[in-house]
C-alpha cells in the first residue's frame, strides 16, 4: 500500500516546508552579502552610449542633401530604435546637434552623468559636430548617413586618418547589420578600459564584414590589332 504524501504547505503552495526554509536561507544570505558580490539579475552594469545627430533641422530647411524639405525623423526613429532592441545591455540616449557650439554643450551636459562612448551620425554633410566629440577622447562612432552626410563624412574621416585619432572609428554602410556590429565594439573598449584603441576595435569588424575577392581568374583575350594603315583604309 502506497504511502499518502503528507503536504506541509498552504493549499495554494507548491512548496514543502524543506525548500520554503532553503528559499528563505537564502534571500537572508542575499541580503547580508556584501554588495556586488551576486550581480543584480545576471546582468552586469549597463554600458551608456549618447547618439548625437548632426543636421540642420529636423525637416531640411535650404538647398543641401538629400533635398529640401527632406523629413530626418523616420531616419533618426529608425536607427535609435534598431539601436535599442539589438543591445539590451546598452543604455542610449540621443540628441541633435547643429555645430561644435552644441557639441561642446552635450558634452559638459554629460559631465554630471557620464557616457562611455557616442554615436555621431552624420546626417547633412558640413556640419561639425564629431570633431568637439572625439575631441573628448571618449570612443566615438563615425556614422554615415548615405547622400546625405557622405561629403562632410568623407572629407571628416579622412582628416582623423591622417591625425590617426585612436579614439575614433567608422563605418559607412546601407545596412543596419554593420551598424549593429560596429556598436559591440563599445563594450569591448569599456572591458579594456582607458587607452584602448577603440578606432582598431571598430576597423577590425568593419574589415570582417567586408566580403573578400572572388574568383580573379581570367581568360585569355588575344586581340588582333589593326596596323595604322589598315585602319585608315577602313
Not at 547618439?51 to 525623423?73: E, R
Not at 552644441?102 to 570633431?131: F, H
Request: net charge positive; proline share 7%; charged share 20%.
Amino acid at each position: 500500500m502506497k504511502k499518502q504524501q503528507e503536504s506541509t504547505g498552504c493549499a495554494a503552495c507548491p512548496l514543502s516546508r524543506r525548500r520554503f526554509l532553503a528559499a528563505a536561507s537564502a534571500g537572508a544570505l542575499g541580503a547580508l552579502a556584501p554588495r556586488g558580490l551576486f550581480p543584480a539579475g545576471g546582468q552586469g552594469e549597463k554600458t551608456h552610449i549618447r547618439i548625437i545627430y548632426a543636421l540642420h533641422a529636423v525637416t531640411q530647411p535650404g538647398p543641401d542633401w538629400p533635398n529640401v524639405g527632406f523629413n530626418f525623423q523616420p531616419v533618426m526613429d529608425k536607427m535609435t530604435t534598431t539601436l535599442v532592441k539589438n543591445f539590451p545591455g546598452y543604455e542610449f540616449v540621443s540628441t541633435m546637434a547643429k555645430g561644435p557650439e552644441e557639441a561642446q554643450k552635450i558634452l559638459a551636459a554629460d559631465e554630471a552623468s557620464p557616457k562611455d562612448g557616442y554615436v555621431v551620425c552624420q546626417l547633412n554633410c558640413w556640419n561639425q559636430v564629431v570633431q568637439t566629440i572625439a575631441g573628448s577622447g571618449k570612443p566615438t562612432l563615425y556614422v554615415d548617413f548615405q547622400y546625405g552626410g557622405s561629403g562632410g563624412f568623407l572629407v571628416y574621416t579622412a582628416a582623423f586618418l591622417r591625425k590617426k585619432t585612436p579614439n575614433l572609428g567608422f563605418i559607412a554602410s546601407s545596412r543596419m547589420e554593420d551598424l549593429i556590429a560596429a556598436c559591440r565594439a563599445f563594450e569591448q573598449a569599456k572591458k579594456a578600459g582607458p587607452g584602448s584603441d577603440f578606432g582598431a576595435l571598430v576597423a577590425s569588424i568593419r574589415q570582417s564584414g567586408t566580403p573578400g575577392p572572388g574568383n580573379l581568374a581570367v581568360k585569355p583575350d588575344n586581340p588582333s590589332i589593326l596596323s595604322a594603315d589598315d585602319c585608315l583604309r577602313k
